[in-house]
């Protein structure tokens, strides 16, 4: 997991042999499934992380609570 610190974003993680992505944010951590290494790429190192997160995936890719 990589710390952010971008609107309520608090850290972000990829496992690329499943295609996961793992945010953590101040309302609690979280899985999208079939995120591609390439919307991982993007998302990582965007200028805009909160923008990018909310634009393409927090309503484009199923979110399952872990913690």
């Known amino acids: 997991m990589k710390k952010v610190s971008a609107a309520n974003l608090r850290a972000i993680?990829?496992?690329a042999s499943r295609r996961v992505l793992v945010v953590e944010q101040s309302s609690g951590t979280y899985e999208y499934a079939n995120v591609s290494?390439?919307?991982w790429r993007r998302f990582s190192t965007s200028?805009?992380?909160a923008s990018f997160f909310?634009?393409?995936i927090e309503e484009d890719y199923q979110?399952?609570?872990i913690k």
């Open 13 to 15: 993680g990829y496992d």
């Open 37 to 39: 290494a390439e919307v």
């Open 47 to 49: 200028s805009s992380m």
């Open 54 to 56: 909310r634009d393409t």
């Open 63 to 65: 979110k399952r609570r």
